[in-house]
């Protein structure tokens, strides 16, 4: 349920490929290594591996209610296709494992959104108070539900919904270490991965699209650069705590108008894509105190271009069995507040400065495993607001269908918000889970 | 290593006898009925370890049906509730959750919760404990592992139950987020197992009927029955839990049941 309106160009399918390939003989040597270093492992490996296959297809219609601000997007109806198989091996009694989870997308008309991914292709090898994961992966960091400000391992699929949850996946060496005094995550990140945008024809973007060529970095190291971070998380009694430091390119690239090259003498312009290099200090903190649970989270960014503070705090509260019967209702609130304040539309700085969220999640608790959340995002600087409802259901034993509806309306013209008050629109999902 | 298990809750068993004692004053029928759980308790202890594949069948008034298949691992913990992971595996669409937790026998338990599609692990409040689990017939509270703390007593009478001389006991829940004021439980005299419990829900109508069947030993102690049978006397419905594979003492440790085992439970 994040707001994140951003947009980037998708990575080529070959591009990925070719990341992975290199990646994947870096897994199976490690992985080859692990084994054989340890002549216990090697003799129980050909005799125990278990084999899984498992995942989703989906279809999804959208509708959005207005015509399009800009010419090149699509009218009202967009459709699409999407498959998420999932392969998994295991073996020495689950202690080592391979994970591959490759990702499609076919949309009727934005040639962004028509993207492939490979969402995890990884290495496990868990021992009794170490893991060594290594591959590509996906790592979520954060307890909020309106905006996840600390996660910031993977890059943003920009293209994919307009929640921001889904991530793509990000090569890594990740060496865990559980100690009495909290889990300690070390990970290298070689190989970064630009963001999604919708393309031309793509609705949710602003007027200018966002060229997927026209990409620049501050590191001379460019997409080869090697992040890193170090995580310490832990649970004492109510609390659940985690602090980290990441050191790396900006996951948010800074856009700019930039010149497009054109055939006819009218100039054209799209959004350059400038990648900063990035410290990042983040803390969350949960309190769970009875039906009440307290949120928070905080970065501390600094990069070549500024320097800034933000944090998006609040409450979850639930009523188990409202009405007399099995229903549970849960109510949520949360502030977003960044200390970089109000900026123009095009200006860099964060839509989510000074706003405030109320939530409420209803659980059937039936067999279908019926729910329905509905969101309002309010700034606080100026009239703008966001409203979403999602609603979910099961039908058989294998089909999941969603029905999302997400209204968008701003009165301030530098709003990024104001560029997509003619987005509003309603999405249906039929998933087949097998 | 295990008789000093046994006689550390010998003796907090014991102890916990004597506070009970003294404070409260129990009179004869709730000693007796707090004696039976003790006892059953007690020849429980020891078996360190555990893992189960459970499947749920769930039945409404119309007799359709809908399955959950879950792995069950559990941790003895000396002197505490026990740790345990559950993982799904149906229905497909919550393949890869898995669920953490640390009960205790008088605070809250620790919950956590992994969602695989975004791979978050989240901190749940454990105070839902009426509410149904999975959709089914189950609440939370009675799958929960039995903790003498949990309840006050009253002993009822001997009664004969299904061809077993049983105890029927009144059991009263500590926690005021149950979804109870009391249930009734038969236990058998000769090996105290559990084989019926009926629940009473907050208006203390009879709303449940929990059945155990099939009972066999594990290492030659443990009892665990092979079929639950939940019927739901108010709006007709009915789940079903069948136990396979029961396996003990499989050397499962601390380590097994940490935010780690969680992300990779399968």
Known sequence: ?434 | MLTKKLLIRVISALSLLLVSNVSFALSAEEQKGLDISLEAKKRDLGWQDSTADMLMLLRNKQGQESIREIKMKSLEVTNDGDKSLTIFNKPRDVKGTAFLSFSHPVEADEQWLFLPALKRVKRISSRNKSGPFMGSEFAFEDLSSFEVEKYTYKFLAEEELNGLKTFKVEQYPVDENSGYTRRIVWIDTEEYRIHKIDFYDRKDSLLKTLSFKGYKQYLVKHWRADIQEMINHQNGKSTELKWSNYAFKTGLSDSDFNRNSLKRAR
Request: a negative charge; glycine letters at 8%.
């Open chain 1, 1 to 434: 349920m994040q707001f994140s309106l951003d947009k980037a160009s998708t990575i080529a399918l070959s591009k990925v490929l070719g990341n992975t390939i290199k990646l994947s003989i870096t897994a199976i040597t490690v992985c080859a290594n692990l084994v054989f270093s340890n002549p216990l492992s090697a003799n129980e490996v050909a005799s125990d591996v278990e084999f899984e296959v498992s995942g989703n297809v989906a279809l999804e219609q959208r509708y959005f209610f207005k015509d399009a601000l800009y010419s090149e997007q699509l009218s009202h109806s967009q459709s699409s296709f999407s498959v998420e198989p999932e392969l998994y091996w295991q073996w020495n009694d689950g202690s080592d494992s391979i994970i591959f989870t490759p990702f499609y997308r076919v949309d009727s008309h934005d040639d962004q959104r028509t993207h492939g991914d490979i969402r995890e292709l990884a290495y496990i090898h868990a021992s009794d108070d170490w893991e060594l994961r290594v591959g590509i992966r996906k790592e979520f960091w954060g307890v909020t539900e309106f905006q996840h400000l600390v996660d910031v391992i993977n890059q943003t699929d920009g293209v994919e919904d307009f929640d921001g949850e889904d991530k793509l996946g990000q090569q890594m060496v990740n060496l865990s270490l559980v100690n009495d005094w909290g889990i300690v995550d070390l990970f290298l990140l070689p190989g970064f991965r630009e963001r999604t945008y919708a393309g031309e024809e793509g609705r949710l973007r602003g007027p200018l699209v966002v060229d997927e060529n026209n990409v620049s970095y501050e590191s001379s190291a460019g997409q080869q650069h090697l992040d890193f971070a170090l995580r310490w998380a832990h649970s004492v009694g109510d609390f659940d705590l985690g602090a980290y430091w990441f050191h790396g390119t900006n996951r948010e690239a800074y856009l700019s108008p930039s010149p497009k090259a054109s055939s006819s003498s009218l100039v054209q312009y799209s959004l350059q894509q400038y990648y900063a290099q990035m410290d990042q200090l983040g803390v969350d903190v949960q309190a769970t105190l009875g039906d009440w649970l307290w949120k928070f989270e905080s970065i501390y960014r600094s990069t070549g271009v500024e320097d800034f503070w933000a944090t998006q705090g609040g409450f979850e509260y639930s009523f188990i069995g409202v009405f007399d019967s099995n229903l549970d209702l849960g109510l949520l609130m949360e502030h977003s507040w960044d200390s970089r304040g109000e900026v123009a539309l095009g200006a860099q700085g964060s839509l989510l400065q000074n706003d405030l969220f109320v939530g409420a999640r209803l659980a059937f608790n039936d067999m279908q495993s019926s729910e329905i959340l509905m969101g309002f995002g309010s700034d606080l600087d100026h009239n703008a607001f966001s409203f979403l409802i999602e609603a979910s259901r099961r039908f058989g034993d294998n089909f999941i269908a969603s029905f999302d509806v997400r209204l968008l309306q701003s009165n301030e013209p530098s709003d990024l918000l104001y560029t997509l008050s003619n987005d509003d629109h309603a999405q249906l999902s039929l998933a087949w889970y097998f």
